[in-house]
């Protein structure tokens, strides 16, 4: 059964059900994500009092895990926003039901990435010198360096995110209002900013929602952007590329929905919404991960080519070694993980087989993480001066770190899909078609 | 007037809704909709004009992009130094911090428009509302004599109407 088959009231019950009082093992669920958030954050709190020397970051290799998880978690946070805005410009009607947990994901992810350049500061009660206020040290930020732009490009994607997310709440949280009882009415009356439906509400809301989104698809574009520009506005070999920009752009989309199956395969059954999120969702996620996949695998080839055809021996020594030297376990599992295994979705078989899907989908997370940990790692192990290269691996202190991150994104998607409609139930409600009723048409007169 | 001068009609389907609410705007009356999902054909219908937050979003891309390069300018200017063989005041990487000024201010105004136009936060009791209208039913509330309201009653039970609810 499809969601056009359902009423609106149909849809109204199954949404509103997802937050119904929660059992036991979601308790269990939440409290075991808060502890390894907890963890995460002890560990950050041991490197604080220790120094920065507990991680393994050190010359040459300055940028490690840190910068790799913060790329990949900013990357993540592209898909939601490609989901929400971009597809609502195109009017892609298949987005309705999957983009309101894909937009929950965006923030949440943007928050996650913004930790790591806190955490990689290492002496993070400094954090405010970088930002742009008169002070007595007469220390303005550089505004020319990439690193000042990526500040205010993530902290610009997690304003306009985070605002685009709950402006889109608000008529649902006034349909869950009229469902609550007791404290949760309170909270979701107050919550729904005196939203009823009127002709007057929705005039300003549809006008201001198409802003939203027309801001948010060229700043989406931007944000990763800006994000290659840490690296491809130096001069290191393997970094100093102009197709950085759409390459990333690219790749986080690839990466961000990609998580996005991950968490919505499991949720769908959790919540017993499979009537709502259907198997042509995932297809149709599954064919704009077989473009990126591509463009992805596409850029992998070209820059092989560059570093051939340019004549310059560094970068093309950096290449040869990405693919053979010390990390060449971690760069093929880029390439299979990226630009092999997704071209399996070219099959409807195996696109339409939330098995496969799941599989795939977590593949390629995992490929997204080392095509991050590859460019930023090898780069700056092995640069222009023999006699400046050393390896680098992540010590105990930044692994754990990065679990911590993750305990405290899913512990937030896991609290967000209980305390908020995961699913947009005016939107799914949208693409119901009216039944237009000939014997009950009057001509005005 | 006795209780019966305020009534909400409900309707099941939109269009039938549609049809009720282009008869009451032939006959001049004054009332407030709500439905569940936005409708461009209300829109249509009741020749409402475009949304002014616009402006907003407009004016707020605007500040938002002379103070991005207001900042990276006026900051550069204190520091008055070369770095990265660029001179102090350099347009082309500023155009990153306007670009991003804009579309924050931008969203911020935009934001601040719809509070503003749509009267957010209002929590007072809406004239009419029923709490179906954000589930599954279109409501139109209109107000009054006894007499017109009674022929309107008959008018909309023939559009359609399902149900009847008086204030």
């Keep these: ?107 949440f992810a943007v928050a996650t990435a913004g930790m790591y350049p806190l955490i990689h500061l290492g002496r993070v009660w400094v954090a405010y010198w970088i930002f742009p206020y008169p002070n007595e040290m007469l220390l303005w930020p550089n505004f020319k360096s990439p690193l000042v732009m990526d500040v205010i490009a993530i902290t610009t994607y997690l304003t306009v995110s985070a605002t685009f997310f709950l402006i889109g709440l608000v008529p649902d949280i006034a349909a869950v209002r009229e469902k609550a009882t007791g404290w949760r009415k309170k909270l979701y009356t107050f919550l729904s900013f005196g939203w009823h439906g009127t002709q007057d509400q929705w005039l300003h809301y549809n006008r201001a929602y198409l802003f939203f989104a027309a801001l948010a698809t060229p700043l989406v574009i931007s944000v990763h952007s800006v994000v290659s520009w840490d690296f491809a506005l130096s001069i290191v070999p393997g970094w100093h590329s102009t197709i950085f920009a759409p390459y990333f752009v690219a790749g986080a989309i690839h990466s961000g929905l990609a998580l996005v199956i991950t968490l919505l395969i499991p949720l769908r059954k959790i919540f017993k919404v499979e009537k709502l999120i259907t198997i042509n969702n995932f297809e149709n996620m599954a064919k704009v991960i077989l473009l990126t996949g591509l463009i992805v695998g596409y850029a992998y080839a070209i820059e092989y080519f560059i570093a051939w055809y340019s004549g310059n021996p560094y970068e093309l020594a950096i290449f040869k070694w990405r693919a053979s030297g010390d990390y060449a376990v971690a760069f093929w599992i880029m390439v299979i993980c990226n630009s092999i295994v997704p071209l399996l979705f070219f099959f409807k078989k195996i696109r339409t087989n939330l098995a496969w899907l799941l599989v795939i989908a977590i593949l390629i997370n995992v490929g997204m993480w080392f095509e991050r940990y590859v460019i930023i790692v090898t780069s700056l192990a092995h640069d222009f001066l023999p006699a400046a290269w050393g390896n680098y691996a992540p010590t105990w202190v930044e692994i754990g770190i990065s679990l911590g991150s993750w305990g405290f994104f899913l512990m937030l998607f896991f609290l967000f899909a209980k305390f908020l409609p995961s699913i947009s139930i005016t939107e799914v409600k949208e693409i119901i078609p009216v039944q237009k009723k000939k014997e009950n048409i009057h001509e005005s007169k | 007037m006795n209780q019966n001068n305020k009534i909400t009609a409900a309707f099941d389907n939109l269009y039938e809704f549609l049809n009720a609410v282009k008869y009451l705007k032939s006959q001049n009356k004054k009332f407030i909709i709500y439905t569940p999902i936005p409708s461009h054909e209300i829109e249509e219908l009741l020749t409402l004009k475009k949304s002014k937050v616009a402006w907003f979003t407009l004016i707020g891309a605007i500040l938002g992009l002379i103070t991005g390069f207001g900042l990276a300018i006026y900051t550069s200017a204190q520091w008055n130094l070369i770095l990265g063989g660029k001179p102090p005041i350099s347009l082309i990487p500023f155009v990153v911090i306007g670009f991003e000024f804009t579309i924050l201010f931008g969203a911020i105004s935009t934001l601040i428009g719809l509070i503003y136009f749509g009267k957010f936060p209002k929590y007072k009791k809406f004239d009419g509302y029923k709490s179906d209208f954000t589930v599954d039913k279109f409501g139109v509330f209109i107000e009054g004599s006894e007499n017109e309201i009674n022929n309107l009653k008959d008018k909309l039970i023939s559009f359609g109407a399902k149900e009847f609810f008086y204030d």
């Excluded at chain 1, 119904?20 to 709190?45: E, R, T």
């Excluded at chain 1, 040459?60 to 609502?88: D, K």
């Design chain 1, 1 to 107: 059964m499809k969601s056009e088959n359902l009423t609106y009231r149909e849809v109204n019950d199954l949404v509103i059900a997802t937050l119904s009082p929660p059992k036991k093992y979601y308790y269990l669920i939440v409290g075991f994500f808060a502890f390894v958030f907890a963890a995460g954050m002890s560990i950050w709190l041991y490197m604080i009092l220790t120094g920065l020397g507990v991680a393994g970051i050190r010359h040459p290799v300055m940028w490690g895990v840190f910068i790799t998880n913060f790329v990949f978690w900013v990357g993540i946070a592209h898909s939601g926003t490609l989901i929400s805005a971009i597809l609502y410009l195109f009017r892609a009607e298949w987005r309705m039901s999957i983009y309101r947990s894909a937009e929950a994901m965006t923030v």
